[in-house]
């Protein structure tokens, strides 16, 4: 799994937390076929097509084919909301829909099994990573082409572009290690440098036969909301290197719990929340202190975790017999309660409106996507929304994939 | 050209002229004649690349197509899917709801029910996907088979009698899940070795994990540790669990003292020694069957009541039960987060005392966990009685070996037979592998209190270290 950062989206999403009302200014106008600004586009992975969702009535208004056996996985509309970028997962391609017409305009060759992906906050790059493949494909997203493609990764499978677009990360899944990219100039867009995350190595010295079966390194590199740092959790050994993107060089490693996923920023910046499926726990972590100020009970397989607009509140997102909404009071730093949604119910990833009244998850088994409302924390249902809902994306939103 | 050459060559006078002109002539016409034929020779060749060429594209798009049906799963994927449908009264089914809510058939309502369907899905799926997917099924439905193993030595130094004592315990755990949100839970254990405790004389025990189930020929006998069946009610806020059950599983937990096979080892440093579990049983590891509720609020509190037979015996249900109630409350302070607990218990059986104790563990900064226990027995044969103890326990640093632990406590208690025992442990634990361990422990008692057979002690050093397996 893996989360990626627009940057526009995020400052726009930070705006929205203090001014709420300007966010109709900001966002690009209207575009022909769909509003971007209130419809949310949900990926299919099984029906291989994208289904919208008007966000004002929770009514499905249309579907975008995206051709057979496509299998897309995550999607983003890119910063001008005329554009929507996917990872076609099967077919080895990325997709540019035109959000005015409504279909595809665009089909990228690109690597095997590309999933995540990045788009650079003036909406003209995106790194993709091409899972099996080991390589990340650079898109340019005006010209529809892959301009390159870098290999040396490992299950490349998270990626964040810093703001301003001149920098990015990459984590691998396959190995303890993310990669500083520069992508100032497009002729030179390379890895700069590689960064060691966790202390597995120790561990790996006595007990080898655990990481000749199974690594789970890092999946995805979080950057703070003003840039200077990033996050990132390594699987395996329980730990979180934070990176300075001044200096590119890991200032401090954090512990954790067993088995954490990745980082997630809350709207306002001062914390990180990490999941950890080994002991089902989420790590709160002050950014300004780069402390542990929390360990609270999560539940087993979470998949995600989303904010109200305030940040007091907190969503994580648990599979186990139960789907499960896991609440929590991030001012008091406790728990606020759970909501479950049925049994073997599998949720994915989850999007938080611009405004932070809702915010829709996936679920992939009962094909459904749920709404929860965040002022009561009451939860509506959509149904049939398509076969095996994964990623859902907005315009205007703090974007992750997993 | 040849027919004029042909006329030309049947001239008058100037023939001898006229005769080198159409040797020249001829001459030149073989020289035109050979690039002619240069020229259809090299205007042939490119035809014929042209045509291998095709050739191989040809080739190439047969190879494509090939693969690319090679590349098509040729087993498509199966999921069973949580699907909504619309049902009328008489069995009429819809993927959408009707509208105006009624049957188009015959006018009868329709009601919209969840419900399960296998499909078949033109999914991406490596067939070690496929098995990955279907062992993690077999996985979750099948039984899961733990196994723990532990083995303690210690050495007694000091004040009393110098002895060596080993200990070792195995614990078979199963687990399954005959039900949704229902476990059965069985764990066999055999001990070897009753530790320090028979010949030091401690009340509270020096080794928590010691206590023999061997036969006095010293064969090994496997007990019946545990085996119980625990399910959920309403959204998992309530837990029920009844069979043959260790109570302090859900009573006087302890996040940094509260696992001797992994913490401290001191049975004071373990639970509260004034819980009084019942421990009556067969081998004094037995459990007596026992009943435990739950109430979980998913914010800060929980709540649990539990009830157990006086002794590891069938005979004994109808006897006054040994009760438990606990109040835990989660929160965050001092800069992480922190239980804190409330418990009161009364004794059943002969001994009809009462208890109550309180317990903590809390975060301090980013690696320390302090922990601390009181409790206060009173009613009874044995009131007035009084326990307490402290601790930290330490993460270590993640340049040196980021799993390691360290724990330090001290513990104080006034025994059954009014003698005071207070003793002091310090271990640490290097964390090898994820299924292996050892442990260097070092405890110092103070006093121990003795019993009826031994006299008390003062200044009782112990050392030794302890293994963990684990699987």
Not at chain 1, 107 to 124: K, N, Q, T, Y
Not at chain 2, 168 to 180: C, K, M
Request: one cysteine or more; a negative charge.
């Amino acid at each position: 799994m893996k989360t990626d950062a627009r940057w526009m989206a995020r400052r726009i999403a930070v705006a929205l937390a203090t001014c709420g009302t300007l966010m109709t200014a900001a966002l690009p106008s209207r575009a022909a076929g769909v509003d971007a600004r209130t419809t949310l586009f949900v990926t299919n992975r099984d029906s291989s097509d994208v289904t919208m969702i008007d966000t004002r009535s929770d009514r499905i208004v249309g579907r975008i084919v995206l051709g057979e056996l496509v299998n897309p996985h995550m999607a983003m509309v890119t910063p001008d909301g005329k554009r929507l970028l996917v990872a076609g997962t099967r077919r080895n391609q990325a997709l540019i829909v035109d959000l005015a017409t409504l279909e595809v305009a665009k089909r990228i060759p690109i690597g095997i099994d590309p999933e995540h992906f990045d788009i650079s906050d003036d909406g003209r790059l995106a790194l993709m990573g091409n899972l099996e493949e080991g390589t990340v494909s650079v898109l340019d997203l005006v010209a529809g082409i892959e301009i390159k493609r870098m290999d040396g990764f490992s299950e490349p499978h998270g990626f964040a572009f810093l703001p301003g677009g001149k920098k990015a990360y990459v984590s691998s899944f396959g190995a303890h290690e993310v990669a500083a990219v520069a992508t100032a100039a497009v002729e030179t867009i390379a890895v700069a440098r590689r960064f060691a995350v966790g202390s597995s190595h120790l561990l790996a010295g006595a007990d080898p036969d655990r990481y000749l079966t199974e690594i789970k390194g890092i999946a995805n590199p979080t950057p703070t909301l003003d840039g200077r740092f990033v996050y990132a959790a390594d699987g395996d050994s329980g730990e979180i290197a934070v990176i300075d993107t001044a200096t590119d060089e890991v200032v401090k490693t954090i512990r954790v719990g067993e088995e954490p996923w990745r980082a997630y920023p809350s709207p306002d910046g001062s914390k990180m929340l990490v999941p950890n499926n080994g002991d089902e726990t989420i790590s709160v972590i002050d950014v300004a202190k780069q402390t542990l100020i929390a360990t609270l009970r999560g539940g087993p397989g979470m998949t995600g975790i989303n904010f109200d607009v305030t940040g007091r509140k907190a969503y994580a997102f648990s599979s186990g017999e139960y789907g499960t909404v896991l609440i929590y009071d991030l001012a008091d730093l406790r728990e606020a309660g759970q909501r479950r949604l049925g049994p073997n119910v599998s949720l994915e990833t989850a999007t938080t409106t611009p405004d932070g009244g809702k915010i829709y998850l996936a679920s992939s088994t009962d094909n459904s996507v749920y709404v929860i409302h965040t002022a009561t924390d009451e939860i509506t249902r959509i149904p049939n929304v398509g076969e095996s809902p994964w990623a859902t994306t907005m315009l205007g939103t703090y974007q992750y994939c997993h | 050209m040849i027919a004029i050459i042909g006329l030309s060559a049947g001239g008058g006078p100037a023939v001898a002229d006229d005769r080198g002109e159409i040797k020249e002539l001829r001459e030149t016409v073989r020289q035109l004649q050979r690039q002619i034929d240069d020229l259809r020779e090299g205007l042939s060749t490119p035809s014929e690349r042209e045509e291998r060429f095709r050739d191989e594209v040809r080739t190439l798009r047969e190879e494509l197509s090939e693969l690319r049906s090679r590349a098509m799963p040729v087993e498509p994927a199966e999921e069973i899917k949580r699907v909504t449908e619309w049902v009328c009264e008489h069995g009429h089914t819809f993927s959408a709801a009707p509208e105006g809510g009624r049957c188009p058939f015959d006018q009868t309502p329709v009601v919209a029910r969840l419900e399960y369907r296998k499909v078949k899905l033109d999914r991406r799926e490596t067939v070690s996907e496929k098995v990955e997917a279907r062992l993690a099924e077999e996985a979750r439905r099948g039984v899961a088979v733990g196994l723990s193993a532990t083995g303690i030595v210690q050495q007694t130094a000091g004040e009393g009698p110098d002895r060596l004592r080993g200990v070792g315990s195995v614990d078979v755990t199963l687990l399954a899940r005959p039900a949704l949100e229902t476990t059965f839970f069985v764990d066999l254990e055999a001990i070897g070795g009753d530790g320090p405790d028979p010949f030091l004389g401690s009340a509270s025990g020096l080794n928590a994990d010691a206590g023999s189930l061997q036969d006095s020929d010293l064969a090994d006998r496997v007990t019946l540790r545990e085996a119980w069946l625990a399910a959920a009610f309403f959204g998992g806020h309530l837990t029920a669990v009844g069979g043959k059950l260790d109570l302090t599983n859900y009573f006087d937990r302890n996040a940094a003292a509260n696992d001797e096979t992994h913490q401290f080892i001191a049975g004071m440093f373990v639970n509260n020694p004034l819980l009084g579990q019942p421990v009556q049983g067969v081998g004094h590891q037995a459990n007596a069957p026992g009943l435990h509720f739950g109430w979980d609020t998913f914010r800060e509190f929980k709540f649990g009541i539990g009830a157990q037979a006086p002794e590891d015996s069938g005979d004994a249900l109808g006897r006054t039960p040994f009760l438990i109630g606990e109040i835990d409350y989660s929160t965050s302070m001092l800069g992480g987060p922190g239980n804190y607990r409330l418990w009161g218990r009364r004794n059943g059986g002969d001994d009809r005392s009462h208890a109550i104790g309180v317990n903590f563990d809390q975060l301090v900064g980013t690696r320390a966990r302090g922990f601390g226990r009181y409790g206060f027995q009173f009613r009874g044969r044995e009131r007035d009685r009084h326990a307490w103890s402290l601790g930290l326990g330490v993460q270590s640093l993640p340049s040196l070996r980021p799993r390691d632990e360290t724990g330090l406590a001290y513990g104080w208690l006034r025994a059954a037979n009014g003698r005071v025992e207070d003793l002091a442990e310090i271990y640490h634990r290097f964390y090898l592998t994820d299924h292996l361990s050892l442990s260097l422990i070092a405890q110092y008692a103070f006093h121990l209190a003795g019993d009826e057979e031994i006299e008390p002690r003062a200044g009782v050093f112990l050392g030794g270290f302890r293994t963990q397996v684990n699987f």
